[in-house]
């Protein structure tokens, strides 16, 4: 079974470009999560959904930041204009279910590095 | 959700037990310890959780304290590749599902 993947591993762009990360969830997880690291900081939660749906969005930093999950399946984080700020790596993690036990166990891709120029 | 107090770094000798521990001395009662490791330039690893009972899995044991403010995470015959940042988080298991990370241990596996 394959993992969490996310593409691109690795994006260099300018400033004031847009990019857009891209996460393929575990096949049949509902819940998909983003967080990120940015330079010398702790792993940050973004935001939650749950299918289609945003459940928590609480940590999106700012409106340069859309996510979205149509149909249920990948999700996309695009980011746009990015600023210097934005740089760091972004991980997105899914689970099956929620609730108890191991059904709701978050399972992290490799990350995307995004380096903003 | 809870905050958690870890050590910064550790240093374990290769084929002996390392032991992590973890202050959470403000955990809900329907708060789960979790612990997931990072090893360098990948993805956070998932390694075991626990409500109140001690837990074992494949990778590590994870004994909670009676009154639940600290565990402490053990690797029983610690590899060079157990090399990562630890990380002791605390959270709910249905609602505020974010994982909350914090600086996390270093632990250094020494050959």
């Known amino acids: 079974e394959a993992g969490v993947t996310q593409f691109p591993s690795h994006s260099v762009i300018e400033k004031g470009q847009t990019v857009t990360l891209r996460c393929d969830p575990i096949s049949g997880h509902d819940n998909l999560y983003w967080y990120r690291r940015v330079m010398g900081k702790e792993i940050k939660f973004l935001l939650h959904f749950v299918k289609e749906s945003k459940q928590d969005e609480s940590g999106m930093p700012n409106n340069r930041f859309l996510a979205e999950r149509t149909g249920g399946t990948y999700s996309t984080l695009k980011v746009q204009p990015a600023e210097l700020e934005d740089s760091g790596v972004y991980f997105c993690?899914?689970?099956?279910?929620?609730?108890?036990?191991?059904?709701?166990?978050?399972?992290f891709g490799a990350g995307t590095r995004l380096s903003v120029l | 959700d809870a905050k958690t107090t870890q050590p910064t770094s550790m240093d374990c000798a290769e084929g002996r037990a390392a032991n992590l521990p973890c202050n959470h001395s403000?955990?809900?009662?329907?708060?789960?310890v979790y612990w997931y490791r990072q090893i360098h330039s990948q993805g956070p690893q998932y390694i075991i959780h626990?409500?109140?009972n001690n837990e074992t899995n494949e990778m590590a044991s994870l004994i909670i304290t009676e009154d639940r403010k600290s565990s402490t995470l053990i690797l029983p015959h610690a590899t060079l590749r157990d090399t990562a940042v630890y990380y002791c988080?605390?959270?709910?298991?249905?609602?505020?599902?974010?994982?909350?990370f914090g600086t996390g241990t270093r632990l250094t596996i020494i050959p």
């Open positions: 993690a899914s689970s099956q279910d929620r609730g108890f036990g191991a059904k709701n166990i978050q399972y």
């Open positions: 988080i605390v959270r709910a298991n249905f609602g505020n599902e974010k994982l909350t």
């Open positions: 626990g409500l109140k």
């Open positions: 403000t955990i809900s009662g329907n708060e789960y």
